[in-house]
């Protein structure tokens, strides 16, 4: 067995456990406004921190879940920690939205509505103010759009994450259960500052407009990027050019200094 492979096998043991262990913990990403500059909420991302090996990259333990299918209880209990966190924040005041990744096993899972359900009330976190973001991958699963169409109707928004022009189209999005589109990092990297990048984003933004969706662009990198997004009627974006993810405890002090200094209410 190679090295690699070995410590593959030892992280796969590792993260089987790390969720009884409470070594995950969310951190929060802050989403801003890019025609006000205001603070828009945030998207919940979940980071492993091993006894040993540190802080693991969500690139190496998530796959791992996915095979595993401990995605389904480590989503659960991101789901419940955000709409609690949620709540906590309303009640300070700020209301704003928390998106949370779902992925496609926990949307097919028989206990996901149930979950739902029972995560917003007794958190007593408003549905209007979650938004579950999910691979345009479980569009083309029946019992995942059942679930996704069942969520949408009680007030919860839906997002596709990672979205780019073509997966899926337009014409398909007309019918479903969707209230945003997220463009992927790679598609922002490659359209956001180039003359041609911008008539495509501009023609997929119209696209969403038609649909009454919003568009939110992740991967933001600099003012050269949110000025050309913006200039495309982008409604969102969301990148280490406005925040790095951060953990509850310091949302609140960027709060309180986003609004110090925007001179904006939350």
Known sequence: MTSDSSHDSE??????????AGEF??????EIDLHT?????????????HPSRGVVSPADFIPLLEASGDIIAVGRWALETACYQGAEWHTK????????????QQLRHDGFLEDVARFLRASR???????????????????????LGKLHDRGVHLAIDDFAP????????????????????????????????????????????SLNLRVIASGVEDASQRDHLRDE???????????????A???????QDFALFSGRPL
């Open 11 to 20: 992280l796969a043991l590792d993260v089987r456990v790390a969720l009884d």
């Open 25 to 30: 913990y969310l951190v929060y990403q802050p």
């Open 37 to 49: 500059n205001g603070f828009a909420g945030v998207e919940a991302l979940i980071r492993w921190r």
């Open 93 to 104: 005041g700020y209301r704003f939205p928390v998106a949370v990744n779902t992925s496609i």
């Open 125 to 147: 976190f408003d549905p209007a103010h979650l938004t579950l973001e999910f691979s345009y991958t479980a569009l083309a699963d029946s019992e995942a759009l059942t679930h």
């Open 166 to 209: 073509g997966r899926p189209g337009f014409d398909e999005l007309a019918a479903l259960p969707v209230d945003i589109v997220k463009l992927s990092r790679s598609f922002v990297a490659l359209n956001a500052d180039s003359a041609d990048g911008a008539a495509v984003i501009h023609q997929l933004v119209g696209d969403a407009r």
């Open 233 to 247: 009627q982008v409604d969102i974006g969301q990148g280490f050019h406005f925040a790095h993810p951060y953990e």
């Open 249 to 255: 405890h310091e949302i609140d002090r960027f709060l």
